[in-house]
């Protein structure tokens, strides 16, 4: 079964619409919604902001037999050659927040975890491909750096990008990639660019978001539609 997430309600909203033999499957704090897009079966849910709100999350759709992630989403850009709308599919993911450097681990690695979660690669190579045919904006694989803080200065865009070289920021994909990863789970982690590295004042956050909606909801259906006898 096909796990789709997103942090927010906005990000998820377009997929729950078309879900079809819905039901709802409630546990503490997380509703997972069940049903069938494109004829494949499929757990769609809200996952919250902040990594351990995901982490939870994610554990709730494996116990419920998820064998596939999709995480989707909005980011920060990082990678310069981002601009606000283009789409990030993750070739792996970091938490760039974490620091055990006092005890001699590399900055960003969870001592005992692996310093990096890598996505899937018929999951990535498929969500590239969905991502292509929305048309209008660039489509850029690479690494998603996630931590517990909103990234809003260039000089926290200019860490992540000569620390980790990551392509964008946000709150919760590193947590899915861990959960997943440790299940052995195959993942990969969808964002659209909400805002870049100049911060542009222009951009309305709440006007973006629809549009963040439809393209989730487009490079959903364009994955499903390559991973239907997989997934089903």
């Known amino acids: 079964m096909l796990a789709i997430l997103g942090a927010m309600d906005e990000e998820i ?4 619409a078309d879900l079809h033999s819905h ?11 069940r049903g069938e897009l494109g ?3 499929v757990l769609i849910t809200k996952a919250g902001i902040g990594k351990v709100n995901a ?7 494996l116990m419920q037999g998820a064998s596939q992630v999709i995480f989707t989403g909005v980011a920060g850009g990082v990678h310069p050659e981002l601009r606000v709308g283009d789409i990030v599919i993750s070739t792996d993911c970091v938490q760039h927040d974490v620091d055990v450097r006092a005890l001699d681990y590399p900055l960003g690695t969870v001592p005992g975890e692996s310093p990096a979660w890598p996505a899937d690669e018929a999951l990535r190579a498929a969500a590239v491909v969905a991502a292509q045919e929305v048309g209008g904006v660039h489509v850029l694989s690479g690494r998603v750096a996630s931590g517990d803080q909103f990234i809003a200065s260039r000089e926290g865009v200019q860490r992540l990008w000569t620390t980790f070289g990551a392509a964008c920021a946000e709150m ?5 990639a861990q959960v997943c ?7 990969v982690v969808i964002r659209s660019i909400s ?5 542009d004042a222009n951009v309305d956050y709440r006007t973006f978001m629809p549009l963040v909606a439809q393209h989730a909801k487009q490079v959903v259906r364009g994955m499903l539609a390559r991973l239907a006898p997989a997934a089903g």
């Open 13 to 16: 909203e377009l997929l729950l």
């Open 23 to 33: 039901e709802e499957l409630h546990f503490p704090g997380v509703t997972l919604h």
């Open 39 to 41: 004829g494949v079966p």
């Open 55 to 61: 982490a939870m999350t994610t554990t709730y759709l």
């Open 172 to 176: 919760e994909g590193a947590a899915v």
């Open 181 to 187: 990863a440790k299940a052995g789970v195959p993942f």
């Open 195 to 199: 805002d870049t590295a100049d911060h």
